[in-house]
């Protein structure tokens, strides 16, 4: 079954953001994951959320979402969008 990351972004330091950017595309396809929504601007249609960019990326399972998450090569980037962002993520699966 499908699994999908979404991450609500908000970038504070675009410059000490772009390692991030250019290095984490590799990562995901490590994993069997495709963007579906790469740092698109929203627009609201109900309710109060407001993200300033969302991001929605697709891998084939769970299983291969949770081994990008826990990869530990990955790890240095994560910190980077750590620092360099605000940012929600969840973890949701596909339907069948």
């Not at 595309?25 to 790469?38: L, M, S």
């Not at 697709?58 to 790890?75: C, H, K, T």
């Amino acid at each position: 079954m499908t699994a999908y990351f979404v991450l609500d972004l908000t970038i504070r330091d675009f410059r000490g953001f772009a390692p991030y950017m250019a290095a984490i595309p590799a990562f995901i396809e490590k994993h069997g994951g495709r963007y579906i929504v790469q740092g698109a601007e929203p627009l609201v249609m109900e309710g109060d959320w407001t993200p300033e960019r969302v991001v929605v990326i697709e891998f084939p399972s769970r299983e291969n979402a949770e081994a990008f998450l826990n990869d530990p090569e990955r790890q240095d980037l994560f910190a980077i969008r750590h620092r360099t962002t605000t940012s929600k993520l969840i973890l949701v699966d596909g339907c069948t």
